[in-house]
């Protein structure tokens, strides 16, 4: 699994656990292992940028997901290669580590656990999960729990 990072908030983060997680529920939900996903951590200013550009939003945001093979991805084992035969490009992560501090403050856990959080729930976004409908997000918010859960439990042992 190829998954790139590049940390341009301006905040220590650790990013190995962000990668960490990101393979994890990448391999659980079964991709391609030859599949392609870039995560980027920006500042404030321009997430906000960005949730103004593509989701029309006021302010900043702490995740949002960008995919690029919507046609080849599957939510499960199998083949997830584009048409080509080429393993699929998932798309991109971003993440705002100042808005997941300040989540993480609002939860009771720490900012590192809200990343981890939101890294998942950006990997499910790629892979076609959503949550605008109370039964989506039922499904999209339950499979979240199970896989931090589980890598969780590997990091523990």
């Known amino acids: 699994m190829s998954i790139e990072i590049a940390n341009e908030s301006g905040v220590t983060v650790d990013t190995d656990a962000v990668l960490a997680v990101?393979?994890?529920?990448?391999?659980?939900?079964?991709?391609n292992p030859l599949a392609e996903l870039s995560v980027l951590l920006v500042d404030i200013d321009y997430m906000t940028e960005l949730n103004h550009r593509w989701m029309g939003g006021d302010g900043p945001t702490d995740v949002l997901a960008f995919p690029m093979d919507e046609g080849s991805v599957d939510h499960g084992p199998g083949e997830n290669t584009g048409p080509s035969g080429e393993?699929?490009?998932l798309g991109d992560i971003v993440l705002c580590p100042e808005v997941a501090a300040k989540q993480a403050?609002?939860?009771g856990h720490s900012a590192a656990d809200e990343l981890h959080l939101l890294t998942v729930h950006g990997v499910l976004h790629l892979l076609g999960y959503d949550h605008a409908e109370p039964e989506e997000e039922r499904e999209m918010f339950g499979l979240q729990a199970r896989l931090l859960a589980s890598?969780?439990?590997t990091r523990a042992t």
């Open 105 to 107: 403050a609002t939860a």
């Open 87 to 89: 393993p699929a490009l």
């Open 151 to 153: 890598w969780r439990s």
């Open 22 to 31: 990101a393979r994890h529920a990448l391999d659980e939900m079964g991709v």
